[in-house]
């Protein structure tokens, strides 16, 4: 958290500040600057400038300004907050306090409001121009060709693979965990061991769990969500669920509709 649900409300928050020039720039935190540049130099660049859009690729948020383009990341705690309102109420496995310390970076405008990056374990950034080619496409607009491209060539876990975010921009763990769990694939299987028919069907589960958990709120909305815990159940079948690490991360899933794949038989070994 935040994934690419929670920073598309961070993207409709941050379109409050299209029209308004930037008239200072705060960025205590030397560590939170990307790319090389220094204060300074951010300051430089952004004084003056008014933001005149926003988008979003996965979990990176841009704000267009008449100038450089701000891309702004969050980590897993991040938090936006816009003109003294936090874009996101609770934020999963975050704090709800508003602690200065905090504060990373700051826009205000000309008209008195601000724009704030609080983020207390320090896992975001802010940078200058970032390069946004670096991602992979965003998976609410993936086509059909090029996601099946993106499982086909790689042996990876099926669940690592949908979270590099240089193939595959804005799933993070909980959406991983809810899209697999809904499309009964293990996420420990290879992503190029899926058939042309189950990386389509993956596509569909993909996008459609992402409009559904979008309507509910966010990423930890979703039917798995209260069962991810030690000991816990299967919404669908009652099955306990197994506990893994994949990819780096806690990784939740039901080995009766998540079974793993047969070990292959020795003469398909040979060939």
């Excluded at 990307?34 to 979990?59: N, S």
């Excluded at 405008?109 to 991602?135: N, Q, S």
Aim: hydrophobic share 35%.
């Amino acid at each position: 958290m935040p994934e690419m649900l929670e920073v598309e409300i961070y993207r409709r928050a941050a379109e409050l500040t299209v029209g308004r020039r930037i008239t200072e720039v705060h960025a205590p935190d030397d560590w939170y600057l990307k790319g090389g540049p220094d204060p300074a130099a951010v300051r430089a660049a952004l004084r003056g400038q008014r933001v005149i859009g926003t988008r979003r690729r996965g979990k990176l948020l841009l704000l267009d300004t008449s100038g450089p383009v701000l891309g702004l990341r969050f980590g897993m705690t991040g938090v936006l907050d816009v003109d003294g309102s936090d874009a996101i109420d609770a934020l999963e496995y975050a704090s709800g306090r508003r602690d200065p310390a905090w504060e990373r970076f700051v826009l205000q405008f000309d008209d008195g409001g601000a724009l704030r990056m609080r983020d207390p374990r320090r896992l975001g950034g802010v940078e200058l121009d970032p390069d946004e080619e670096r991602l992979g496409p965003d998976a609410a607009e993936v086509g059909a060709t090029r996601f099946a491209e993106i499982l086909a060539s790689s042996s990876a876990p099926l669940k690592a693979r949908l979270m590099d975010q240089a193939q595959l921009a804005g799933l993070g763990n909980l959406l991983t965990d809810e899209i697999l769990w809904r499309a009964g694939l293990d996420p420990a299987r290879p992503a190029a061991s899926l058939s042309a028919e189950e990386a389509a069907a993956l596509r569909r589960t993909m996008r459609s769990t992402i409009r559904v958990l979008g309507r509910r709120g966010g990423s930890h909305r979703g039917d798995l969500q209260e069962s991810r815990q030690r000991q816990g159940r299967c919404p669908l079948d009652g099955e306990l669920l197994l506990r893994r690490t994949i990819g780096g991360r806690t990784t939740y899933s039901c080995p009766r509709h998540q079974p793993s794949l047969p070990p292959a038989s020795p003469s398909r070994r040979r060939r």
